[in-house]
């Protein structure tokens, strides 16, 4: 499956140069509002250190890693959702994603100008873009209204709908932004594209030397408690980018670090979502596969096709960790550590799969 994360923020947060440093890109990253204008793209793999063990193992000809695909999205302002700054445009884009990663400044710089030339306030910048989105959504569940009370006259279904976004609306008018609920009927509103009911994921942009500063970030943590988020150096990532595995390590454990931004987000992103991976290895490719945790071995399989899942009869799978003791294929078998799992086998994430499976045309 496909994992699309939008990067947002008010400006100059260090929003831009952040997804330089993760997408190892050369976007234009300006101390001025509106650097970034149109949404730029990278793909990136995500690290994975098993996949280079199994391609020496099966002697594979190429090795494809899972990917994440990030947007790096226009700075937005106060009063976007009624077109300011690049309004409906910024919003247009977070659409698209999956989730949304919510870049917070959280560090002082006087050669960096603030959105409004004020201080640093995380608990300002947050509330600005929450407001954006939470008004954005009030705007689309009252397009959607009038159409739809119009069905209800004939139809229950469009009734119930009503009420529905008619609670959803109350939710918003609170302040309540609708990830923050328990749960969403995903039938009513799956496309409206709710901006509120993504995921979001908090990215402190800190003082490389707060990213061991436990008290500091806890005070953070608590602007947004229960919702997730991950403290990173927008400029350490980017001094980051380019070195080789041992210097990038060297660098990390001088400020008491362990693993770059970009494991930290990946991370954060298949936590939030609920995914996980699973691996196939032969001697043509190595290859990471991304699904939702909790998939069964057939759902599994259609990730790879769709073929794949309807045709469905059987999963071999061995344990990455058993495989790598045993040394091999052939040893782990003769271990006993393959086995054969059928239909309702629940995907595990060390799972190395060779699926069978019937296409009748």
């Known amino acids: 499956m496909s994992l699309s994360i939008g990067i947002v923020g ?16 050369e976007i234009l990253a300006a101390n001025y509002p509106f650097a970034t204008i149109e949404p730029n793209t990278g793909i990136v793999p995500v690290p994975d250190e098993r996949l280079d063990v199994l391609q020496k193992m099966y002697s594979a000809q190429k090795v494809i890693p899972a990917t994440v695909t990030f947007v790096d999205i226009a700075g937005l302002v106060a009063g976007a959702s009624k077109g300011e700054g690049l309004g409906n445009q910024f919003l247009a884009n977070i659409r698209q994603c999956n989730a949304i990663v919510h870049v917070v400044r959280a560090f002082e710089n006087s050669e960096i100008l603030r959105h409004d030339n004020g201080a640093v306030n995380p608990k300002s910048d947050i509330e600005i873009i929450n ?9 689309t569940i009252e397009k959607r209204l009038p159409a739809l009370s119009k069905e209800a006259k004939a139809k229950p279904s469009a009734r119930e ?14 302040g309540t932004p609708l990830s923050a609920l328990p749960s969403l009927d995903e039938e009513v509103i799956h496309d ?9 994921i908090y990215a402190f942009n800190v003082d490389e030397n707060d990213l061991t500063n436990e008290s500091a970030q806890q005070a953070l943590a608590n602007l947004i408690a229960p919702a997730k988020c991950i403290f990173i150096s ?8 380019g070195l080789d595995a041992n210097d990038a390590h060297e660098l990390l454990e001088s400020y ?4 770059t931004g970009l494991m930290k987000l990946i991370h954060a992103a298949y936590s939030t979502l609920g995914l996980q991976s699973y691996l196939t290895a032969g001697e043509k490719e190595v290859r990471a596969w991304t699904i939702k945790q909790g998939s069964t071995a057939p759902q599994a399989a259609g990730v790879i096709h769709g073929d794949f899942e309807k ?16 040394g091999s294929e052939q040893a782990a078998k003769a271990a ?16 190395i799969v060779e699926f069978r499976f019937n296409v009748t045309k």
Do not use: C, W
């Open 10 to 25: 008010l400006p100059n947060v260090g929003k831009s140069t952040l997804f330089n440093a993760l997408t190892n890109s």
């Open 161 to 174: 709908a009503v009420t529905y976004l008619e609670s959803l609306q109350r939710h918003l008018e609170a």
């Open 256 to 259: 008491g670090v362990k693993d």
């Open 192 to 200: 409206l594209h709710l901006l509120t009911a993504k995921p979001v």
């Open 131 to 139: 407001t954006e989105l939470i008004l954005a959504d009030m705007q």
């Open 234 to 241: 927008a400029k350490l990532e980017e001094e980051l980018k």
């Open 336 to 351: 006993g550590k393959v086995r054969t799992e059928g239909k309702d086998y629940v995907m595990q994430p060390g799972d």
């Open 311 to 326: 045709g469905f009869i059987a999963a071999s799978i061995v344990d990455y960790d058993d495989l790598v003791a045993a």
